[in-house]
């Protein structure tokens, strides 16, 4: 038999840690949280125990960054089939919007463009105006500089 205070009598537990921690839990729950923090030791009592358990699992599952797992997709852009009937009214739309002649679809620097344009797999890259107007002042610099050459012939 063990004495209990509390109770005042003696007081039969079985001597298995269970029943002890069951009545300290029924009878002593302040004492024994207060002993259990002034000697820094984990309580064993079972709801402390779940408490603890129940802290652990909301903290694990809490997901604290995603930046691991997101990666920034590249752009792909959609390459629309060819087809002839959307080739023409492209084309069509083309002269249209941009005030050229019938006759430029006939043009061999129209046809060259289109050959260049259709062995692409991944779609076309179109430059803007600044990288045309780059180039056109190259193409004729160096017109400029053949013709020099041809004049200045020795």
């Not at 997101?70 to 629309?80: D, F, Q, S, W, Y």
């Not at 129209?110 to 107007?133: L, Q």
Request: charged share 20%; glycine share 2%; net charge positive.
């Amino acid at each position: 038999l063990i004495y209990c205070r509390k109770k005042g009598r003696a007081h039969q537990i079985v001597s298995d840690a269970s029943t002890c921690r069951r009545h300290l839990a029924y009878l002593h729950l302040d004492t024994d949280q207060k002993w259990c923090t002034n000697n820094n030791f984990a309580s064993m009592l079972l709801s402390d125990v779940k408490a603890r358990k129940t802290a652990a699992a909301i903290t694990n599952a809490q997901q604290t960054s995603i930046d691991g797992h997101v990666t920034e997709l590249p752009k792909h852009t959609v390459v629309v089939p060819y087809t002839a009937a959307l080739f023409r009214e492209a084309a069509v739309e083309w002269l249209i919007s941009t005030s050229q002649p019938i006759q430029a679809v006939d043009h061999p620097s129209f046809k060259k463009m289109i050959d260049v344009t259709s062995c692409a797999t991944n779609g076309v890259i179109i430059p803007n105006c600044k990288a045309t107007r780059c180039d056109i002042m190259d193409l004729f610099k160096n017109q400029m500089t053949k013709l020099k050459e041809r004049l200045n012939v020795y």
